[in-house]
């Protein structure tokens, strides 16, 4: 996982901790959905969020499809879907996907997302309710950084070459083998001895660095999901949130999930939790909450991480988010880092 998304979710935490903290110490007659409480819950949620209120964090949260949307995306759902069983494995959501042009997947990572969707660690296949639930994926997928793409006039090279340049950026974060990485030119329908423009392969790049932030939530997820079967309940919940909070209690947690929890089944699952991840947190006024201050040192970053991810961050990274030796790391240090690397 990424120092950027460690750093959201460390806000996902604070955010979570905050909400079900003001809720439970209301009495039963001022605990009630009124409209005289809202200005207070979000006087005190809304340091963290960038001021948003209450009824906007629910907006963002919310995570509804209007019917234009499905029928649109049950369309095109039904192309590639297999005739008989009106379902898609993990194949045919990567080519879905691609061709699509939303985006890219490699098939390990499909077969993670079909596995959590399904809410099943053994299942192969999802139909389109569960389909209809990736709009938040789909959005992140379909992200693209580069405005502007250099000029290469009609320079090409190899497929090979292409294969290897993508596995030589992404090899320590998204692929784990350099198959996984010629996966996307194999979608284009392009073997090794084919020539692709120099344009090409940035847009491939680009495409990429979309698929890596999927795959670093995946990873945030699963700091909540031990067991990996696609929801966070509230055992889950209430195992991170002590690290920071000892008193922290199950009854916090109940009230956690039922906030983020938005379509009513007792659980957060992995497109809500995006949306969480979506919220615009103000990442000084958290440093201010932990610290004191809205800048921190080497060691007390290095402690929100360890809270975060069970481990620390080594002296090379912290030397390139802190190159000057200061010792006051703020989040646009962080960021810098981040689009460096």
Same mark, same amino acid.
């Not at 090899?171 to 990485?181: C, D, N, P, V």
């Not at 947190?281 to 809270?307: A, G």
């Given at each position: 996982?990424?120092?950027k998304n460690?750093?959201?979710?460390?806000?996902?935490v604070?955010?979570?901790e905050?909400?079900?903290?003001?809720?439970?110490?209301?009495s039963?007659?001022t605990?009630?959905?009124?409209e005289?409480?809202?200005? #207070? /819950?979000? %006087?005190?949620?809304?340091d963290i @969020?960038?001021?948003?209120?209450q009824v906007?964090i +629910?907006? *963002?949260?919310d995570?509804?499809?209007?019917?234009?949307?499905?029928?649109?995306w049950?369309?095109?759902?039904?192309?590639?879907?297999?005739?008989?069983?009106?379902?898609i494995?993990?194949?045919?959501?990567?080519?879905?996907?691609f061709?699509e042009?939303?985006?890219?997947?490699?098939l390990v990572?499909?077969?993670?997302?079909?596995a959590?969707?399904?809410?099943t660690?053994?299942?192969?296949?999802?139909?389109?309710?569960?389909f209809?639930?990736m709009s938040?994926?789909?959005?992140i997928?379909?992200?693209r950084?580069?405005?502007?793409?250099?000029?290469?006039?009609?320079?090409?090279?190899?497929?090979k070459?292409?294969?290897?340049?993508?596995w030589?950026?992404f090899?320590e974060?998204?692929? #784990? /083998?350099? %198959?996984?990485?010629?996966?996307? @030119?194999?979608?284009?329908?392009?073997?090794?001895d +084919?020539? *692709?423009a120099m344009?090409?392969?940035?847009?491939?790049v680009?495409?990429l660095?979309?698929?890596?932030?999927?795959d670093?939530?995946?990873?945030?997820?699963?700091?909540f999901?031990?067991?990996k079967d696609?929801?966070?309940?509230d055992?889950e919940?209430?195992?991170?949130?002590?690290r920071y909070?000892s008193?922290?209690?199950i009854?916090?947690?109940?009230?956690a999930i039922?906030k983020?929890?938005?379509?009513?089944?007792?659980?957060?699952?992995?497109?809500?939790?995006?949306?969480?991840m979506?919220?615009?947190?103000?990442v000084?006024?958290m440093?201010?909450?932990?610290f004191d201050?809205?800048h921190?040192?080497?060691q007390?970053?290095?402690?929100?991480v360890?809270?975060a991810?069970?481990?620390?961050l080594? %002296?090379?990274?912290?030397?390139?988010?802190?190159?000057?030796h200061?010792?006051?790391?703020t989040?646009?240090d962080?960021?810098?880092?981040?689009i460096r690397?």
């Amino acid at each position: 996982m990424n120092l950027k998304n460690i750093i959201a979710l460390l806000c996902v935490v604070c955010l979570v901790e905050k909400c079900s903290s003001i809720q439970i110490e209301q009495s039963p007659e001022t605990s009630k959905k009124t409209e005289d409480q809202t200005p #207070e /819950t979000s %006087e005190k949620t809304e340091d963290i @969020t960038e001021g948003l209120t209450q009824v906007e964090i +629910d907006a *963002i949260l919310d995570n509804r499809v209007t019917d234009e949307w499905k029928e649109k995306w049950q369309v095109i759902f039904n192309k590639f879907a297999h005739k008989k069983r009106h379902m898609i494995d993990a194949a045919e959501l990567q080519s879905l996907l691609f061709n699509e042009s939303v985006g890219f997947i490699p098939l390990v990572q499909a077969g993670k997302l079909v596995a959590m969707l399904n809410r099943t660690p053994k299942a192969t296949v999802i139909g389109f309710e569960h389909f209809s639930t990736m709009s938040p994926i789909l959005d992140i997928l379909s992200t693209r950084k580069m405005k502007k793409y250099p000029e290469y006039g009609n320079r090409a090279i190899s497929v090979k070459r292409c294969n290897r340049i993508l596995w030589n950026i992404f090899k320590e974060t998204l692929f #784990e /083998t350099q %198959e996984e990485a010629s996966e996307i @030119t194999k979608l284009m329908g392009l073997g090794d001895d +084919d020539e *692709i423009a120099m344009k090409n392969v940035d847009e491939l790049v680009d495409m990429l660095r979309a698929t890596d932030e999927l795959d670093n939530l995946f990873k945030a997820f699963f700091k909540f999901d031990k067991n990996k079967d696609g929801i966070i309940n509230d055992e889950e919940l209430l195992r991170i949130i002590t690290r920071y909070n000892s008193d922290y209690t199950i009854d916090n947690a109940v009230i956690a999930i039922q906030k983020f929890d938005k379509n009513n089944d007792g659980v957060v699952d992995f497109p809500e939790f995006l949306r969480m991840m979506k919220l615009p947190f103000s990442v000084e006024k958290m440093f201010k909450d932990e610290f004191d201050e809205t800048h921190i040192t080497r060691q007390q970053l290095n402690s929100l991480v360890k809270k975060a991810i069970g481990d620390v961050l080594d %002296e090379d990274t912290l030397n390139e988010i802190d190159p000057s030796h200061e010792n006051r790391i703020t989040y646009n240090d962080i960021e810098r880092f981040y689009i460096r690397r």
